[in-house]
């Protein structure tokens, strides 16, 4: 099976155009205040206008409120959510749509309970601990710690970059990747020729 790939941290539609061109199964924006990657609701429109079909445009949430995600989907048509923060599975499945779950890995986290506790998403999505950060940090984790057995489709997040992301899926067969830093000449400014090379790495497996 082909491993997916996720440009997450689009801010920009010639970055979105040409990562779907590269093969980017899917574009992440932004919808955190407190991101150096955030999007407003023009910016994403603007990037959704020029997307080609079958690219899946994901919308990254953290601890939002009910009216904030509201304003968002009533204008710009997100084909998941993807929820960093603390959300309750309620949460997450209140808004009539597929979503991901984000969670962060550190000793003691049961990736098998979470599994059961967001049984709805429709995968999980691992990145690094980093203490007051949700993500984006471009910091790895111990991949030792995914179990081989869990019953969730696992996107697999956290310091991916195209040298090391032949490694990640050699060693853990994620469903997807999904990279933001990693292919970034600063934050949610995205280097073509990065992106390029990260997609062939993964393609490469």
Known sequence: MRTRVKICGITRPDDAMKAAHLGADAIGLVFYDKSPREVDIDTARSILAVLPPFV??????????????????????????????????GECTCYNKPYIKAIR??????????????????????????????????QSFNWSLIPKDLSKHIILAGGLTPKNVWQVISA??????????????EKGIKDPEKMSAFIRGVNNV
Request: net charge negative; charged share 20%; hydrophobic share 40%.
């Open 56 to 89: 899946t445009v994901v919308g990254l949430f953290v601890d939002p409120t009910p009216r904030h995600v509201a304003a968002v989907l009533h204008r710009v048509p997100l084909d998941i959510l993807q929820f960093h923060g603390n959300e309750e599975p």
């Open 105 to 138: 890995i550190k000793d003691g986290v049961n990736l098998h309970e979470q599994a059961k506790r967001y049984a709805s998403a429709r995968g999980l999505l691992l990145d690094t601990y980093v203490p007051g950060i949700p993500g984006g940090t471009g």
């Open 172 to 185: 853990v067969r994620p469903f997807a990747v999904d990279v933001s830093s990693g292919v970034e000449v």
